[in-house]
């Protein structure tokens, strides 16, 4: 086969692979990933069931890619947002600020009935708990990049490690999200994240 022939090969499974792979995020989004089939999938993307196992070996891998990199796009979100934010407001400010965020994503971004379902996922192990869990994810090192700047500036206690009060804090979010889900929709998650966050900085802030 020429190399031309085969560049062409290439470049269409890569399309085919991206067809899959877009029409399942809107799927995804749209949907209660439970309730999102192959063939649903496949059908919206165009192409035949065979063409989907070629590329994903199930769905279920699908999901897992489609989460790492939502949860990348996600934080660069945070990312961006946070260099917004004027270097000259206090620490626990930007903190708050950064929690409304995530609590806006969150709710209104991802939704209540995603966020129950990768719970649910992630408790009965039927989907890897990396994307999201893991503390190299930029959400930490965000947190502990405030909170370094917090102590430089004498606005928060130095004896704890900040790597430590970090995770403390995204637990703590974590936790909100977990009650918002069960309590939903009797529960204001934004409020309640900033009511949180509030009570727990101002335990770690001078006094």
């Known amino acids: 086969m020429s190399e031309k022939k085969l560049s062409k090969r290439k470049k269409q499974a890569a399309e085919t692979k991206m067809k899959i792979y877009e029409a399942a995020r809107d799927l995804f989004l749209e949907k209660n990933v439970d309730d999102v089939s192959v063939d649903s999938i496949v059908e919206k993307a ?45 620490t626990l400010d930007i903190i708050i600020l950064l929690t409304e965020k995530i609590a806006d994503i969150l709710e209104n971004k991802i939704g209540h009935d995603n966020m129950k379902w990768l719970y649910n996922s992630l408790l009965s192990s039927s989907i890897s708990s990396e994307p999201t869990m893991s503390y190299n994810r930029e959400l930490y090192k965000m947190f ?41 929709p009797d529960f204001n998650f934004r409020e309640e994240c900033i009511k949180q966050m509030d009570i727990l900085l101002r335990g770690i802030g001078i006094p």
Do not use: M, N
């Open 46 to 90: 165009g192409v035949s069931k065979g063409c989907f196992y070629v590329h994903y070996e199930s769905k279920a891998e699908l999901v897992y890619i489609l989460i790492k990199d939502y949860v990348g796009e996600i934080d660069l979100d945070y990312k961006t947002y946070l260099k917004s934010i004027s270097q000259d407001r206090s």
């Open 144 to 184: 502990e990049e405030i909170l370094s700047d917090g102590v430089r500036k004498g606005e928060i206690r130095s004896g704890i490690p900040v790597t430590i009060l970090a995770s403390h804090l995204v637990l703590a979010i974590r936790g909100i999200t977990f009650e918002w889900c069960i309590r939903y």
